[in-house]
């Protein structure tokens, strides 16, 4: 029997709820009291938390034929409300721009985006959730309006409709292999069906899902977004589109791909070695933290794609990737937290931070340590489970390449690291007040969710 | 609260209380740090004398459970040992730091903790955390408070030493697969070695787990890191990472590799043997070819860890097992003796940077004149560290001599004989190291080494008096490492 009760959507909902609320208020509301509008969907967020918090009691089921209700929505739901509420925080130098409360809107639309992208378990509802994920966020990229956002939008845009048309003729492909596009329909219909068709519609569909994602090869446009939107779009486009993006890929190997006749494993797992070995090799170079910070963001999405190969396979691959997300998020967004709170984008304007700024720069060394997976923060435990899950699923050179594209990282997060401590900063800043807490709150996260894994990972 | 968790947690509440009173004083802090790691040896003294045999002062609560993780710690003869020297050099830096500021004292604190955490955990997965932070807490001690090449240095030795804590780690992610059930407990995978039915596994596994504590020991040829971050450290800063951080790579082979990787132990440990035996004849020959002092003690370190691997190589390979007993149990003497030792010779070298800024032995002559206690203390701690009668490096060396050369074996007896001469080289490098700085005519630097303050006196003789009394009365130490060794030997020979 078909289950049809709109309440299992409540979480998306609300998002939806506080998005359309927000944007009549917002109508209405004077420049400078839009900080209504940032309430009005904070407060929705904070209710699809609880709501999720509810629904994550319930059993697993599928609700409309298209929408899972498992583990992993729920717990994208949950990180994606988190990061979304500590993006609409981050907006604070933003406060009184003529276009503030659209900010928020597509901030919030976005993320439902992403949400349906993880829920989806159905190829069109995958595409809508794809355009949903994707069109805010090229408004979003050039918000600012000036000569680099346009760039970074063009690009984006460019890129995302390319690999959308990908996608869509992927899923044309699957849906004539296995005569359906509901994922269980799917899964029947492609075990049967040539390995050459499910292959090439398994590829040109993967393109749409790691263009979310930000993985090789539609990585292009992560720097040039990242260094050109304002610095609270970066934070949030490199954290939650990488979030549904990932979680929709893991979906489709675990329940479609799985049982297919197509060798899309080792496809996977070469796109992985290739993401984290090609974001880490780029990021050497950078003097611009925003554009290094992209390309950690590239090299961690090779890191998450490693459970999206031994997906069905080892039964930590689920746990290791959906914790891994959580700590990702939460240490991305603490590390951009600090860049908009000190608001220097070069290297050099990092010199001495620790002096003027001791909380912050603590911040930041707790974030880019977290990033390189040294315990106890959250990504190390996250690093843990996706490295137990390789070995597990038998792909231990990806381990081993893991392992040394980690080691890798620590050159470029040092690089950032040792400027803080240097003797006295020549740059005479007060860091922003609400983003310094925010990025301490981040910081703080990251190495709870990793003491307390336990816990987090018994829910 | 058992005293264990607190000797483990008192020095981190330290750092913490350190970073949230930003209103103490320089002075304060000093005092406060004192305080702090004085009160730390007092409880591990306490632990010490409360200790019942066995694994002792246990507590286990659970961490992660979906992966049979959780905070499991415990003593036993081999990690006391490492407590009570862990504290007592912590409390020596304390006073040998005297004034270096708040920053530097909680990171010391920090560093303390997470040291003290490594010796008493009892789960892969606390030893790799407590491993892992002390990379980081190391990596800013060289690179905040070094000179030289600091910054250089510094990244040197945290790539080197990350790259074999990864691969500690897939080596422990390889136990926790080939463990039934998966755990990461240690005192359960010592009972029930995992990957008993499938050596070539085990096999990869021990070279996983052997090239993270190798970097970590150091073993020729991954050796590299160490020269450099000593040479840039601050004083108080290579004591430690000599005394302390460089014991962690030998524990894990004591603790995790020889008990839980048996058969694959005993089927290398002619590699670990060639290993330890390079070691230590190589690491005394650079040693013999260098200018400066820090480098030439950091080398020796090499030379002494190699003994140490020899001994623990030797304990794998056919034989009597009284003889691996005394191998091993000299292992672990080696350990405690080389950190009271090292640690001297690098707080004593420091005050040649302190006074003159340099470490080249060219520039000094004649030092004994005009600093008598310095060459004094300075002669006790090099006849130590080269193994004379009366000191503790000659009841660890003897121990694990008489262990390799008499276990029986052809080979054993061989390397052991290989190995004799570096101590001999050894003996020659101090020798000529005083010779050159302590004797003889000035050099262009000598008149500015004065004697040493009373900071640094009351912070070196308490390191050299305990190597003394180990030295003459060892029986105190050996009561608690002799039993533990025994059944180290009989779990290896499963």
Redesign the interface.
Known sequence: MMRENPADLLPELLFLGAAVCGLVAGLWLPRDRQRIVAAVCAAGLAGALAATALAARGPEMTAFEAFALDPVTHAVRAVVAVSALLVLGLAGPLRGHPRETELYVLVLLASLGSVMMAAASDLLVLMAAYLLASIPGYALAGFAKDARGTEAALKYFLMGALLGISMLTGMTMLYGAGRGTAYPVLADGLAAAPGGVVAAGTVALLAGLLFKAGAVPAQYWVPDVTEGAPPVVAAFVTTVPKIGGLAAVFRLASEVLDRTAADWRVLVAVLAAATMTLGNLAAFGQDNVRRLLAYSTVSQAGYLLVPVVVAGDSGLAE?ALLFYLAAYAVTNLGAFAVVIAWGADDLTGYTGLARRAPWLALSLVVCL?GL?G???TAV??GK??V??AA??GGYAWL??VM??N??AS??YY?RWV?PL?RARSPFPRTPHRTATSLAITAAGLSLALGVA??AA??L | MTVLNLVIFLPLAGTLALLVLPRLGERAAGAFWITVTALDLALVLVLWATYGGGMDHETRV??????N?SYHVGVDGLSLPMLALTSLLFLVCAVYSLGRGRAFAALFLFLQSVCLGLFSALDL?LF??FF??SI?GM??VI??WGHGDR?RSA?KF??YT??GS??L??GF??L??GSEPHTFDIVDLTAEPPLKDSPGTAALVLLAVGIGLAVKTPTVPVHTWLPPAHTDAPAAGSAILAGVLLKMGVYGMLRIAMPMLPEAWRRYAGVILVIGLVGAVYGALVALAQENVKRMIAYTSVSHMGYIVLGLGAAGMAGDAAAHRLAVAGGVTQMVSHGLLTGALFLLSGVFYDRAGAYDMGRYGGIARNAPVFAGLTAIAAFGAFGLPGLSGFIAEFQIFTGTIGGGGTATAVAGALALPGILLTAALFLRMLHRTMLGGPGPDTGRVTDLRAAETTAVVPLLALSLLIGIAPRFLLDVIEPASAVLVSLVSR
Do not use: C, H, K
């Open positions: 746990p340590l390189i040294t315990p106890p190390f435990v843990l489970l490295f137990g070995l597990d381990a081993v392992a040394v980690t080691v620590v050159f040092l040792v401590y894994s336990g990972l018994a | 659970r961490w992660i459970p979906s992966v993780a997965l790799f955390v892992d932070l980081v990596y800013f690179a905040g910054l990244l945290f790539l990350f790259l990864l691969a780690l897939l992610i390889g926790y697969l």
